[in-house]
């Protein structure tokens, strides 16, 4: 979850439109083609306008961005309603064309519509705050450096959207699961199915919870569940050991690092005392800069990444790089995180904050937190951040376990540390009608676009019988610790990239 957390990308403007006029329904504002491979869809573009905050007198307007690829089909069965994570932006035309060949066969049968979540992307406002005050690879040093600047930010980024009369506490999980369902009263829908992914899966589970009548099936890909947002340390140090096992096992890396949990639990120790000199690019100007990394912001960059089974595949080289005082590959993936966080995304932080944790979670969180590798570092920054941001949380009412007679379609990935099998298996136990398939091997983000599942999700979508499968996976290769390595395994690994020693 966490590398989707802190991966958010900024959406080009919408696109010219290449057609429009009587054939374009409201409420959308023009038409263009989207391309999906070798096919063309027709995608409409428009925004909606919803309350700020609902029950609120005198609350201002805001709009909701969507993109709907029009079905193909003569007489279009019910839509589909896709709800990526972050909280996610998918109408962009780059993202649109991106996210258009996992529903190329689904446009065979139904529309599927795709939304930008309050306050991202292309909904207007934006709250992706571009700050020359922001400095995101101050996040990666120590941990209170890096809270008080996460801090810093939010309040200043409170004051500035105020300003205009926006107010960023009502950027909260539960507003966006109501504006889902003005988007669907709005085009003109009846029941729709959804299909969410790693937060997008929380966001679907919420909006079933609201408007259970609205929701024919749903599918849930990299489930996280009501209370599963801020997960327990000993859940990561799980997650490691597991790829730990893996290492061990690889012939290229299990013999230069056979027990991977102490090699990184040793290096963390002496990033406390001393942390790792590094340079990244100011993604605002492009100048190098001069940061430090500590042993906080390496716990941030390993979680971002756990769930990952492309990047797990140099954990153990970049640990040892570390180890020899080598900061190269640590630049490699500070870099593309300070990239990503170009502007501090509020709606992120405060969507994520809303959510919070129930009591007994968060108990978990604290006694459990010394002794893990990880601490508290997936937290990131709440429950403080959000009531620096205004936002109320959600409460345990909504946090609460999901029930519902609905079809639903759980997909998971064994690898995948951000939201795992395990977290589907509770949320499956409120849906009596419900399968799961599990891809072995598989990551966070590998399980959305794998044939096999896009193949179970077309067919359990066109309501044609599903079971619980297993499926096996190809064992990932890893990078030798030190020396020569492959650059296919990782682009890290490319010509590009020469390991050099801190002065």
Not at 21 to 26: E, K, V
Not at 71 to 83: N, R, V, Y
Not at 89 to 99: D, G
Request: overall charge neutral; glycine content about 8%.
């Amino acid at each position: 979850m966490i590398r989707h957390v802190v991966a958010l990308l900024a959406s080009a403007p919408f696109p010219a439109a290449v057609s429009a006029g009587a054939d374009t329904p409201p409420p959308f504002s023009f038409t263009r083609e989207v391309r999906a491979g070798e096919r063309t869809f027709l995608a409409d573009f428009g925004r909606i306008a919803v309350p700020e905050r609902r029950g609120r007198d005198g609350s201002p307007g805001i709009e909701i961005a969507v993109c709907r690829l029009r079905s193909t089909a003569e007489k279009p069965g019910p839509p589909l309603f896709f709800l990526p994570g972050l909280p996610g932006t998918a109408t962009s035309l780059r993202e649109s064309e991106a996210f258009a060949p996992l529903f190329a066969r689904i446009l065979e049968r139904c529309d599927v519509v795709l939304l930008d979540q309050r306050g991202t992307g292309e909904s207007r406002p934006n709250l992706d705050w571009d700050s020359p005050d922001w400095k995101p690879w101050l996040l990666y040093g120590g941990e209170a450096a890096a809270t008080a600047h996460a801090l810093d930010s939010a309040r200043a980024a409170r004051a500035h959207f105020a300003k205009p009369g926006f107010d960023t506490g009502a950027y909260d999980a539960l507003e966006s699961a109501d504006d889902v369902d003005a988007v669907r009263r709005a085009i003109g829908y009846g029941r729709a199915d959804l299909m969410g992914h790693s937060s997008g899966s929380h966001l679907a589970l919420t909006v079933l919870r609201r408007h259970p009548d609205a929701v024919r099936r749903l599918v849930s890909v990299g489930t996280a569940g009501p209370d599963d947002l801020m997960k327990p340390p000993s859940e990561s140090d799980a997650a490691l050991a597991r790829v730990a096992r893996l290492v061990r096992e690889d012939p290229a890396a299990g013999k230069g690092m056979p027990d991977l949990a102490g090699s990184l639990r040793a290096l963390l120790e002496k990033l406390e005392k001393e942390p790792q000199p590094v340079r990244v690019a100011d993604p605002r100007t492009g100048e190098s800069v001069e940061t430090a990394l500590g042993a906080f912001g390496l716990r941030l960059l390993l979680l971002q990444d756990l769930g990952d089974e492309t990047d797990l595949t140099v954990f153990p080289r970049l640990v040892r790089s570390l180890e020899n005082r080598d900061p190269a590959l640590a630049e490699w993936f500070l870099g593309k995180r300070v990239r990503q966080l170009r502007r501090f995304p509020v709606a992120l932080f405060a969507s994520r904050a809303s959510i919070g944790a129930s009591k007994g979670v968060l108990k978990r969180i604290e006694s459990e937190a010394p002794g893990s590798l990880f601490g508290t570092a997936r937290l990131l920054f709440c429950p403080a951040i959000g009531a620096a941001l205004g936002v109320r949380d959600v409460g345990d009412e909504a946090r609460s376990a999901v029930k519902s007679d609905v079809p639903a379609l759980f997909v998971s990935g064994t690898l995948d540390a951000h939201t795992p099998p395990d977290q589907a298996e509770r949320v499956r136990a409120g849906f009596p009608n419900s399968v799961h398939l599990v891809l072995e091997d598989l990551g966070h983000d590998s399980i959305l676009f794998d044939e096999r599942a896009r193949e179970r999700i077309v067919a359990f979508l066109a309501g044609k019988p599903a079971q619980d499968e297993r499926l096996a996976g190809t064992r990932l290769r890893f990078a030798p610790v030190e020396g020569a390595a492959d650059p296919s395994i990782h682009p890290s690994l490319s010509t590009g990239f020469a390991p050099r020693n801190a002065k």
